[in-house]
């Protein structure tokens, strides 16, 4: 598979600002949105994609094309960020660092019900247990391939679809009350 | 494909066929096109989606997060400009050399260029 990042990779070894300019361009809104929703913080987002981009930097100049998809090591390296935010979270016990809280002042109208919508989706996936929304952030969210998917969480494919699937029927109990549809077989997901 | 695949597929990846598998995409569309047992998987799938939409996120990068992306780019070392400028000054001196064509052997930029580039280098 021919990786469209190789040669810009390469060109930031040799010192070519501009190719940085290009990887940032190219890759900086999708390292945000896949850590936004590891997060659920944007500005500890934007703080993880720094991290990212120095550590891409440092890396380009022992980059090896041929033996992994640079996105595929970007999603990684992301995700392996979050995880480390994540278990720092844990270990000063601020559970709720990153829940972002609906401004109580705005209007109820159509645009304020649509953002309590995506607040809740947010929380959902805020509750889902990390692997599962590692994965769920870059298959869904993403649209990445299962096999790039399972590369960057270091899974079998088997394994990223066992974490979809969990992932899912998790996000179905926790908006069930959201969507009449979403209520067929919840029953018997919280039987699980 | 078979219903056990094809509900396996839709409750890891959802009812949006961009999403599925590529190698199994055509199988599973053909699948859900003659199963009505597909399509009651692929409707409350599709419930799901819906609601996961509403956090599609496609804003863009903030000009500010991006200069601050931008500024964490590394500049040529000074060790790999000085390499660069050591590399043209040799270009030039060659270049004014061969334009001359000095037949003099005693010419000091010759003598240099002769011990930088080695025996072989010839005015």
New interface residues.
């Given amino acids: 598979m021919t990786d469209p990042d190789a040669d810009l990779i390469l060109r ?1 070894a040799a ?1 070519d ?1 501009r190719a ?2 290009q990887i ?2 190219r890759h ?2 999708r390292v ?2 896949v850590a ?2 590891m997060l659920g913080d944007a500005t500890e987002a ?1 703080d993880v ?2 991290d990212v ?2 550590r891409v ?1 440092k890396a380009a100049s022992g980059w090896r094309t041929g033996e992994a998809l640079f996105q595929t090591w970007l999603h990684r390296v992301t995700i392996n960020a979050c995880y480390d935010r994540l278990r720092r979270r844990r270990e000063t016990a601020d559970a709720e660092a990153g829940l972002d809280v609906a401004d109580p002042s705005d209007t109820p109208d159509e645009a304020w019900f ?1 953002r309590q ?2 607040q ?3 929380q959902a ?1 805020a509750q889902l247990p990390e692997r599962q929304r590692a994965a769920i952030a870059l ?3 993403e ?1 990445t ?2 096999i790039e998917a399972a590369a960057a969480l270091g899974v079998s ?1 088997d394994a ?3 974490l ?2 969990r992932g ?2 998790m ?2 109990t926790l ?1 069930a009350d ?2 009449p ?2 209520l ?2 919840v029953g018997e997901v919280r039987k699980e | 494909m078979d219903a056990a695949r094809f509900e ?1 597929i839709v ?4 009812a949006d066929a ?2 599925w ?2 190698a199994e995409r055509a199988a599973a569309q053909a699948f859900a096109q003659t199963s009505s047992e597909a399509q009651a998987i692929l ?3 599709h ?2 989606d ?3 939409a ?4 496609e804003a ?2 903030s000009v500010t ?2 200069r ?3 500024r ?6 000074p060790q ?1 400009v000085w390499g660069v400028a050591a590399a043209l000054a040799a270009c030039a001196v060659l270049g004014v050399v061969v334009g001359y064509n000095s037949p003099q052997g005693d010419d000091p930029a010759m003598t240099a260029l002769g011990a930088a580039f080695g025996e072989g280098f010839e005015g």
């Fill in positions: 930031v010192g600002a940085g300019e940032v361009l900086s809104a945000v949105r936004r929703r934007e994609a720094q981009f120095l930097w649509k919508r995506a809740r989706v947010r996936i298959c869904h969210f649209q391939s299962n494919v990223l679809e066992s979809l699937a899912r029927r996000l179905k908006l959201l969507g549809d979403l067929g077989d | 396996a409750a890891a990846y959802g961009a999403r598998p590529e409707a409350e799938a419930a799901l819906a609601l996961l509403a956090d599609a996120d863009p990068v997060l991006t601050r992306l931008m964490t780019i590394p500049s040529p070392s790999r």
